[in-house]
């Protein structure tokens, strides 16, 4: 007979041992819902490349929000498809705008429920990039003042936090003045710090319609290749004022959210986005993977690898999943 002293197996022997000695804990607190407001909508029409998910009108947005709520998720981002895009991308910061109106609709509804909005003019623009244009090129510095602006009109309309997602340098910084100077200093600013240049995004560009007719986006989005310059976008966010970083995606990313986690004190959030659910939905619908427990476990592994808040289109499932006690 072996004389085993260690046996690791003692503390997976059944469900109730497993479930008490779980390393990585996490619950609906931590979910954030993305939700697609179309400003030419009436009803709900269901987005093509994201099975389960639907363009809202500015009359159904609240039926989102119940669904969230009655599933146990208290947080969504909000992302607007305009009426009208312009080479500057003006309606997105128009006080009427599709965001600005769908975060008073439902403020006053649902004073409670907690509305983070992306801050970004590539939905707004007619060319798709996330900025104004000089020549070919996404102009920086002309974009800050453009973001500070929707930032700005965003806080007017009573969004809870708001999160630049365009990856212009200075934007943090940019957006916090704005804010601050018009009486938003206890607005939270959540950044997309280390936003990579994906090809994971593809299936939201089309649920946005925010695809660059020229170019893409690797003038101000980060090479997948690297990795210290994500601790340096995070550590200048931090400079300029974020309340809160992110990476993003989320699944392909996994190391580069546990490195910046361990390098800073804030909370960290990532972004599982577009393409890692659409893979996930079309492996199930093909009946090569079990679904629920793919979900499950992807979101286990984010949480592992250090995020302490997840935006997923699997927000409800997941919380219902936690609640059960299947993770977390
Ligand atoms: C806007 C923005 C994008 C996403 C979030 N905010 C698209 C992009 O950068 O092209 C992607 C979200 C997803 O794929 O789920 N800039």
Known sequence: MMELIQRPRRLRGNDSIRRMCRETRMSPDSLIYPIFVDETL?????????????????DTVCEAVRECLDAGVGRCILFGLPAKKDAL??????????????????????????VVTDVCMCEYTDHGHCGALCGHEVDNDATLELLAKTALSHARAGADMVAPSDMMDGRIGAIRTALDEAGYKNVPIMSYSAKYASAFYGPFREAA???????DRK????????????IKECAL???????????????AYLDVIRECKDAFDLPMAAYSVSGEYAMVKAAAAAGLIDEYRIMCESA??????????????????LSQAMKKGDIG
């Open 42 to 58: 009436k009803g709900r029409r269901p987005i093509p490349a994201l099975e389960g998910q639907y363009h809202y009108g500015l």
């Open 89 to 114: 991308g003006s309606s997105a910061w128009d006080e009427h705008g599709v965001v600005q109106e769908a975060i008073r609709v439902i403020k006053k509804e649902f004073p409670d429920f907690y």
């Open 209 to 215: 319609g925010s695809a660059p007719s020229f170019g």
């Open 219 to 230: 003038g101000y989005q980060m090479d997948p290749h690297n990795r210290r310059e994500a």
């Open 237 to 251: 966010d931090v400079d300029e004022g974020a309340d809160i970083l992110m990476v993003k995606p989320a699944l």
């Open 300 to 317: 286990v592994s984010v949480f592992r690898a250090g995020a302490d808040i997840l935006i997923t289109y699997y927000a409800k499932e």
